[in-house]
């Protein structure tokens, strides 16, 4: 649980709201991940939940965040496999850092290509490929918390960042851009 620290004498004022106007506010003291489990259920005010959800996304530091690495995978590399394996170990060269922080790091390379062979693809960029290979690493975004874009040009990892800026998630650029856990 984030904690933030705070004194009495930061208190403005012992709660209650405005008894004419058809207000009984209560003061309650929680910590964000239990104030969030409220949304729906005690907590229903649509400036509340959406104050929430962006302390949540940009003030507190989650327990540790799914994070998925994103980098250039075929480009640049006419295809060729020891260009290739440099982008992905590229990639992975972020896997440490990011897991010694409290992250689970990710490379959709890891779950998109044993997809790719298993639908039938009998080569990087056939149609089966395309079909399976960045769509797969959206769903694993989906699921993610954030992405790392590292160095290079690459439409696929540029697509990975839009999306996330999309949902909402954050896109760091460097390992010294991610908060520790």
Known sequence: MTQASYEARDRVGAGGGLAGEGEDLEVLELGIDSALLMIGSGIVDGKTIMLLQYARAHLFAPAGMMILIAGPYR???????ARIA???????????PLYEAGHLPVLGEWLALPSVRLAGSRQAGDAVFDA???????????????????????AGAELMAATARRLGKPVYYSLAEVPPA
Request: proline share 7%.
């Open 75 to 81: 480009s640049g590399t006419a295809d060729d496999p």
């Open 86 to 96: 440099r982008n992905v170990a590229a990639m992975e060269a972020c896997v440490m």
């Open 132 to 154: 399976v290979f960045h769509p797969h690493a959206q769903r694993l975004l989906a699921r993610c918390d954030a992405v790392l874009r590292i160095p290079g040009v690459s």
